[in-house]
Every structure is written in structure tokens, then in C-alpha cells.
């Protein structure tokens, strides 16, 4: 399982370079812009081939549920905090039939004590971020912990064998593909290198 996470900043080309990470297999893309409203997203996702439409997650403004055919929602950490005690509420105006939910974490234990089932966790940083500066891995373990945890923090080539090794079902990857000078290249490669410790590892 790999996950794209959105530039926070939007990047030169990202549109069109996007639609070619779906092509080459790109299945979770990850649309964290905190900077745009609603009006902005809706944009975006327009602009995006919308086949490609069911492998997004949006971070904010979760009622484009209702509007696109999108893969599901992820609560960032905060939102997660004020919301999930009460999930019934929340959830009562979103379409989620047969969508993901998922959720930022910083630290093992909390996923380890969340109640709420998430599809999906995401935690960082298990190494040195890549695309913010003095934002150091902490090489979090996750052997102990039975839920699916996505590794994310300076994940390149150079990390995912490590990433595997620490039990993460899946790895997030933001600077490793858009700081690079080919984000298409950088995902293919770091797909390939996956797949191929993924199944060295089974």
C-alpha cells in the first residue's frame, strides 16, 4: 500500500503530472491542501481525469463525499480529536457507504489506544522528513501493535526496506516524488522498490 500525499503548496505542472501517477498505478492520493476553500478544492478536483476520482482521500472539506465519487476521508490529527468521541454526529450528513476513513498520528501509543476502527493509520515520522526541515524520524516499532499503520516521514528508496522491517502494512510518501526533478520517475521507482522487498518479505 502506497500513499501520495498532496504538495501542501501547489506545484508547477501538479495536475497533469498527477494524472500521470494514476496511469502508472497510483491507487492513494492523499488531497491535503490546507490552504484552499471549498471552492478551490472543487476546482482541483475537476480539473483531475475523473476515472482517477475513486483513489482520492480528502483531508479537508469531507462533504466533497457527497458531491464526487472520491475514495474516502482522512482526519487530520486535531480533527480527529474533536470529532471522533462523537463519530455518529459527524458522519450523519457524509455519504460514507463503501468508503475509507483514516487518520494522522505522532505517536504509537495513541494508535495503539485509539477506539475508533480506522481503515487505515498513518504515523510519522519514522525517519527525517524529506520535505520539511528539522523534522527528525523517530523509527517508531509497530511490530506490537495489530492495526494497519502506514509509515510516513522520509520515505525514499533508500528507507522502505527499513519501513518493512519496522512492520508498517504500507508506506506514505510526499517529498520523496514531488522534491524530486521527476515525480513520475521517483514513484515508479519507489513503487518498483516496494513491491519487489514486499514480496522478497512474504
Given at each position: ?18 494524472n ?16 484552499k ?11 483531475i ?50 468508503k ?15 477506539t ?33 499503520i ?30 524530486t ?5 521517483s ?10 522487498l514486499?514480496?522478497?518479505s512474504?
Amino acid at each position: 500500500m502506497i500513499i501520495l500525499i498532496a504538495p501542501e503548496k501547489d506545484s508547477p505542472n501538479e495536475i497533469e503530472i498527477l494524472n500521470q501517477l494514476f496511469e502508472a498505478g497510483l491507487l492513494f492520493f492523499h488531497f491535503r491542501k490546507p490552504d484552499k476553500n471549498y471552492d478551490e478544492h472543487v476546482a482541483y478536483l475537476n480539473q483531475i481525469d475523473s476515472k482517477y476520482h475513486n483513489r482520492i482521500v480528502v483531508h479537508y472539506h469531507h462533504e466533497l463525499i457527497n458531491t464526487f465519487n472520491l475514495k474516502g476521508v482522512h482526519f487530520q490529527e486535531q480533527k480527529r480529536i474533536d470529532h471522533i468521541d462523537n463519530p455518529g454526529q459527524y458522519f450523519k450528513s457524509l455519504n460514507m457507504f463503501g468508503k475509507t476513513i483514516s487518520s494522522s498520528f505522532h505517536d504509537p501509543k495513541i494508535v495503539e489506544d485509539c477506539t475508533f476502527e480506522f481503515d487505515y493509520h498513518l504515523l510519522s515520522p519514522v525517519f527525517s522528513s524529506i520535505s520539511k526541515a528539522n523534522y527528525e524520524g523517530r523509527g517508531f516499532d509497530v511490530k506490537a501493535i495489530d492495526k494497519t499503520i502506514i509509515g510516513m516521514g522520509g520515505i525514499s528508496e533508500d528507507t522502505i526496506a527499513k519501513a518493512l522491517t519496522l512492520a508498517y502494512k504500507g508506506i506514505g510518501v510526499l517529498g520523496g516524488v514531488w522534491n524530486t526533478e521527476n515525480p513520475v520517475e521517483s514513484f515508479k521507482n519507489i513503487k518498483k522498490c516496494y513491491e519487489t522487498l514486499l514480496t522478497k518479505s512474504l
